[in-house]
């Protein structure tokens, strides 16, 4: 009977804690953001730069990755002058893209990352000839021509430098929309993804796992996670990363990821990888 009494009170101490996990987790609502409408008319350049920082730190996804060290796993390039640096980079004998000039080498790092990789940040096995970065203007990111020139403008003004991107004209946004483009003057955060497919993309969760074999990138392979975690340390593993570290690794998952993703989103890649066997 002790038994039974004492492994009665352990399931009930184990559902209430998994009840309290369950009230601590992110409870974000899946809505569609608001979007944030720019009059081209009477936009500034101080407002365009603006834009970009907060494209930069948000729709663009840029911070997931960009951070400064030990925890980056991208160059820190808020940290940087990026006007001195692409300059640098553009003297390499290793840069093999068509860039003339620093605006260009950014507008190129974003939309073709593989023309020039930095050392050391390449995707592992690639001998830094092709980066995990994907292409910001194809899906699930989808930064439009102004977006990008906007990100472009607020990595030139940032160090007091000339920025040298036009301001957008009201003619523009329409070619940009008959092009079906991302909404050119949408400054908000990305909308919640639909498919586990979308959210994966959307936190460039393969720029750093292997989804699909055992093949170490910047963290642990995850074709078999379903087998070596249970759904809560699987979900652990992406609300609070640096709780358990595999052994080898470094603690570069950011620790905000659940802050950012909807409920919906984290329950569908947590439910992706619980069945990776």
Known sequence: MSVLIKTLGFSFALTLVFTLVTYLLPQVEGEAPVEKDVDLNTLTMDDFIAMG???????????????????????????????????????????????KDAAGYILESMVAPSQYVVATWGKKGSNDTESPMPAIDKAPIELSAIEMDAIIAY?????????????????????????????PVDGGLPAPAATVDEALGKYACSSCHSMDSADTLVGPGLADVGARLSVEEIRESIVDPNAVITEGFPAAMPADFADKMTVKELDMIVKYLAEKQ
Do not use: W
Not at 157 to 180: H, I, M, Q, R
């Open 53 to 99: 920082e907060d494209l930069f730190n948000n729709k663009g996804t840029c911070t997931l990755c960009h951070k400064p060290p030990p925890i980056g796993r991208a160059p820190d390039i808020e940290g940087f002058d990026m006007v001195a640096v692409s300059i640098e980079r553009l003297a390499d004998e290793r840069y093999q893209g068509d860039a």
């Open 155 to 183: 990595l030139q003004a940032k160090d007091g430098n000339e920025v040298t991107v036009s301001l957008p004209l009201p003619e523009d946004a329409a070619v940009v929309a008959d092009t079906g483009s991302a909404a």
